[in-house]
């Protein structure tokens, strides 16, 4: 590509992994949970329950401890294990934590290579604009070399004229030296009737 003619930019080819991001309703958790590497342990009773319990109306407006003593009633009549509903909520924050970090790795290798993508347009960007900047001083210069001639070809063009009236003026008679191009004021004095 020369500086003369640059040709359109390159089109980066794009081979990165494919980036699965995270839509703008992020996935429920309990599809986190369906399909997380950790297994969550098969009881009927597990935190998901618990806090179904635990927002059940008729809960509402009681302190702490009676709404402690209420759900461990339940659970305990229900037959459900308190170690079963802790284990099952280790395993569902595990769950979360590894989908978050899995994320959070590929959000952070997606920032590095657009990052990397960008310095590259950034350059190609610097490439294209350098190459415009050399064709407009061209442009600027072949101007001012112009501009350069014509001007000089004034200046022997004004010497000619001076040539042409010195010459022309032994051809009529002196009259008094004006203001006027010399060439001109000959060309009037000829002109003149004569006496």
């Known amino acids: 590509m020369s500086p003369a003619n640059p040709g359109p930019p390159q089109r980066m080819i794009e081979t990165e992994p494919q980036f699965q991001p995270l839509p703008a309703q992020a996935a429920s958790f309990d599809q986190i949970y369906q399909t997380a590497a950790v297994k969550l342990p098969n009881v009927q009773y597990g935190i998901t329950k618990l806090l179904a319990m635990t927002e059940s109306p008729h809960l509402a407006g009681l302190t702490p401890e009676v709404k402690r003593c209420a759900l461990l009633m339940a659970l305990d009549a229900a037959g459900a294990q308190i170690e079963d509903v802790l284990q099952d909520a280790v395993a569902r924050q595990r769950a979360l934590n590894e989908f978050e970090e899995r994320h959070q790795t590929q959000l952070s290798?997606?920032?590095?290579?657009?990052?990397?993508?960008?310095?590259?347009?950034?350059?190609?960007?610097?490439?294209?604009?350098?190459?415009?900047?050399?064709?407009?001083?061209?442009?600027?210069?072949?101007?001012?070399?112009?501009?350069?001639?014509?001007?000089?070809?004034?200046?022997?063009?004004?010497?000619?004229?001076?040539?042409?009236?010195?010459?022309?003026?032994?051809?009529?008679?002196?009259?008094?030296?004006?203001?006027k191009n010399p060439l001109t004021a000959v060309l009037e004095r000829a002109s003149a009737p004569r006496r």
């Open 109 to 179: 290798d997606f920032e590095v290579r657009k990052a990397e993508q960008n310095r590259v347009i950034q350059a190609e960007l610097d490439e294209i604009t350098s190459q415009y900047m050399a064709r407009t001083q061209a442009n600027i210069d072949q101007v001012a070399q112009q501009q350069d001639r014509f001007q000089a070809w004034q200046r022997r063009k004004q010497q000619e004229c001076q040539r042409m009236a010195d010459a022309a003026a032994f051809l009529v008679p002196a009259a008094n030296a004006g203001s």
